[in-house]
């Protein structure tokens, strides 16, 4: 007899069926319009290939502790022991570099992508333990959007406008004229939600604006980057140049005198500096289409005639995350605010700015009312953080100083790393580099379901369990669902949910009762549901079914809204609604910035060479390389499911050119590659599209890092063997993996397969 079990994942809703305790088939959410087809590889979860199984430790770091060889690490075979065991160590060193060193020498990993749940949320349960005993060293922002946030909170005093506050799509399809699209605006980003999403909707969205007629003008180097079938104008811009075609088509706007001058006077600060710097007034160089064309890629006569348009008709600026993650890339998001306020068309429907649409689900969807369920991580004991991209960094420079958001702070001294639920062998830069600087920490303890590359170079190894084999709920304020996830099968091997991991170490640690406040599983699960219900009621008057009910049907409605217009308000009445900028204005010219003077962040929205671009490459032959998010798995996750194994070819990741390209460089299609620079060096399969600018090269990220040989060749194609490691700015300190350039080439030895290669590795490491 099958069993129906109502579940959620990243890429949405959906039913396991279950038979025997196996898990047979997957049925999408029935009020899914367009549910992502990942979530039928989420049977791969079940099977114990490359799951963590039971507890390990490195033999190297049991017999001689945090004085043992860590360059055993990801060498060194693992030694079985039990959870009493390997707690109880855990335990003794949380307690020993606490004493030691300061609880700042801790450093509690980054965010995970393990799970949608908000119960069995690992990196938020492990925050919740550590600040129990002393706190620890924390991130801030993320890899995806980091830039992005910390300029638009000084220039627009939140990062409402990137994080699914900016206005709804429903109001763009309602409204707005011409739609501008910098980088991607599709479904294949869309697919994810961070706390889980019941409905998919960009590609709805999409067709509405194609319905009403919308002109839909895209910018990116890559034509997927709008699904098929949408009809839009494709503009492939050279990568890292958006900012100039922005500041160009904002410079054009008042060369002509059509800027909306009282927009300017009354909702902005320091717009007589930025207009001095289109005019040239600061550089003697004139911002228009005649400068941007050849740092762009572009046509002078095509944004002379766009720069008309988006004045004469209601114009939306949409700007993917994808643009802040280069280097200088605050200028991005600032320079497309700029460009909104010369239009003066922010705070009306259809019009302004947006940041985000499409790189998750829930941006722009209908917007969650009630405080969506979260667990609650204590409150912090110190204040010690870094910059979320910044990990090498810390590992290499304890007691050096760093900038953020204009603050001097300091590198803790990391001695023990615990990382949970995360991979950053897959989401960082200059991988290598972060191997050199992992050999730094004491002692590193990996608590994840999977055997990431990241699990095999640790010293403690948890198996924790995946969500199919435990209790939880998602939601999300970026989702108008609460969704129930029931448990489907049994942990696999010795897994253990991650609750259950840390109240093992909390137990040990002494304050068992602090972390589980006398719940258990399902009363933490009833509990967080009714803070949101109970919060729907009291402020939207609005009833959510009981807990009971809920847990039955497998989901509930939030209340929510689908028409928002962003800084409507403010528009209205700037004093009234002033923001919590440094003048309660829309900052285009900051005096902060100004008195900062930091060479790679101007106190106006600017245009700056990054380190690498087309505009000075090597040789003609160098190519930049674009690493996104691939349709088949979300970052490392379900690397081997099967919607990801389709996109693959010869066993390999494919990596997408230009066909001009790759007849000047020797390629075929179907051919095995290699990409290097001074980094690093990886294998791909080529695939020869025209879809791709010519110039520029695509390689999906998530590929699990599998370095070979003295020379450290990458055989898997994880591309962030090659991309850059250094911050987009001092001020923000971001992620600046899309300023990349690489060299490209036939290979001619012979590789193995990439996944038969990491699995007999994993057997010698694990026997």
């Keep these: 007899m099958i069993k129906r079990v109502p579940h959620c994942s990243h890429w949405g809703a959906y039913t396991l069926l279950v038979e025997d305790g196996s898990i047979v088939g997957v049925e999408p959410f029935a009020l899914d319009p ?23 430790v490195r033999k190297g770091w049991l017999d001689k502790r945090e004085n043992s060889d860590r360059s055993g690490r990801g060498r060194e075979r693992f030694v079985e022991v039990d959870w009493d065991t390997v707690t109880g160590l855990i335990a003794d060193e949380i307690r020993r570099v606490s004493a030691q060193f300061g609880n700042a020498s801790i450093f509690g990993g980054s965010y995970g992508w393990t799970n949608c749940g908000r119960f069995h949320h690992a990196s938020s349960l492990l925050r919740r333990m550590l600040n129990l005993v002393g706190g620890y060293t924390a991130h801030v922002d993320t890899y995806s959007v ?17 994080n699914g506050k900016a206005s709804s799509l429903e109001t763009i399809a ?42 839909i003008i895209h910018i990116s180097p890559l034509r997927d980057d709008l699904p098929e079938g949408t009809p839009a104008d494709w503009w ?69 005639e766009l720069s008309r348009r988006l004045v004469d008709t209601r114009s939306m600026l949409s700007v993917s995350w994808s643009l802040q993650r280069a280097h200088h890339g605050e200028h991005a998001f600032w320079a497309a605010l700029g460009l909104a306020a010369v239009l003066g068309q922010i705070g009306l429907p259809g019009g302004g700015v947006g940041y985000g649409y ?66 950053p062998y897959h989401h960082h830069q200059d991988l290598n580099r972060l191997a050199r600087a992992w050999m730094r920490p004491e002692t590193i303890i990996v608590q994840d379901p999977m055997f990431t590359a990241t699990a095999r170079r640790a010293d403690i190894v ?42 093992a170490i909390a137990e040990q640690l002494g304050v068992v009762d602090g972390f589980t406040e006398g719940r258990s599983e399902m009363d933490w699960i009833a509990y967080l549901y009714n803070q949101t219900r109970d919060d729907a009621a009291a402020r939207h008057g609005f009833e959510m079914p009981d807990f009971e009910t809920f847990w039955q049907t497998g989901h509930a409605v939030c209340p929510s809204t689908d028409q928002h217009t962003y800084l409507a308000k403010y528009r209205e009445d700037p004093q009234q609604h002033a923001l919590k900028t440094e003048s309660g204005k829309i900052v285009l010219g900051s005096q902060t910035l100004d008195r900062l003077g930091y060479d790679d962040c101007p106190a106006t929205p600017t245009w700056m060479e990054p380190v690498e671009w087309l505009g000075k490459a090597a040789s003609p032959r160098q190519l930049h390389l674009i690493s996104h998010q691939p349709a088949g798995r979300l970052h490392s996750q379900l690397e081997t499911g099967p919607a990801s194994l389709a996109l693959k070819r010869n066993g390999r990741e494919q990596a997408r050119l230009h066909p001009a390209d790759a007849q000047a460089l020797g390629i075929l299609d179907g051919q095995t590659i290699r990409l ?11 695939q020869v599209a025209d879809s791709v600018r010519q110039g520029v090269i695509v390689l999906p990220t998530g590929a699990w890092f599998l370095p070979t040989g003295e020379d450290g060749l990458d055989i898997s194609g994880n591309p962030n063997v090659l991309t850059v490691d250094i911050p987009t700015s001092k001020f923000g300190q971001g992620c600046a993996a899309h300023t990349c350039l690489v060299n490209v080439e036939p290979y001619q030895g012979s590789a193995p397969d990439a996944m038969q290669a990491y699995d007999a590795e994993l057997a010698e490491l694990t026997a």
């Design 34 to 56: 367009d549910p992502s087809p990942i979530i039928h590889s989420v049977k791969e979860w079940a099977s114990p290939r490359r799951r963590v199984l039971k507890p390990l």
């Design 146 to 162: 980091a830039a992005g946030p910390v300029i638009l909170r000084h220039t627009l005093g939140n990062e409402d406008a990137c």
């Design 174 to 215: 309602q409204h707005t004229d011409t739609l501008l699209v910098f980088g991607a605006l599709t479904p294949r980003t869309a697919q994810s939600e961070a706390g889980g999403i019941g409905p998919h909707l960009v590609q709805s969205y999409l067709d509405k604006i194609t319905r009403r007629g919308a002109k």
């Design 236 to 304: 492939p811009i050279r990568p890292n140049t958006d900012t100039a075609l922005m500041l160009g088509l904002a410079g054009e706007i008042v060369k002509a005198g059509r800027h909306d001058t009282d927009f300017l006077a009354r909702c902005t600060s320091g717009s007589d500096k930025f207009l001095a710097y289109l005019k040239g007034s600061s550089d003697g160089v004139v911002k228009d289409a005649a400068w941007a064309a050849p740092i762009t890629g572009l046509e002078r006569q095509q944004i002379v």
């Design 358 to 423: 499409g790189s998750l689900g829930g941006v722009g969807a209908p917007m969650n009312l009630s405080k969506p369920p979260a667990m609650s991580q204590l409150n912090k004991p110190i204040d010690s953080f870094i910059p979320v991209a910044r990990i090498t960094d810390m590992l290499l420079n304890p007691g050096q100083p760093f900038t953020y958001q204009g603050e001097t702070r300091t590198y803790p001294d990391t001695r023990l790393v615990y990382w949970t639920g995360g991979n």
């Design 462 to 503: 948890l198996p924790a369990s995946t969500s199919l084999e435990r209790n939880d709920l998602a939601g999300n304020w970026r989702s108008n669902y609460v969704l129930a996830m029931h448990k489907a099968i049994e942990p696999l091997g010795q897994s253990r949910p991650d609750f259950e991991i840390y109240k």
């Design 676 to 686: 290097w620079n001074a980094r690093g060096a990886c294998l791909a399969t080529a």
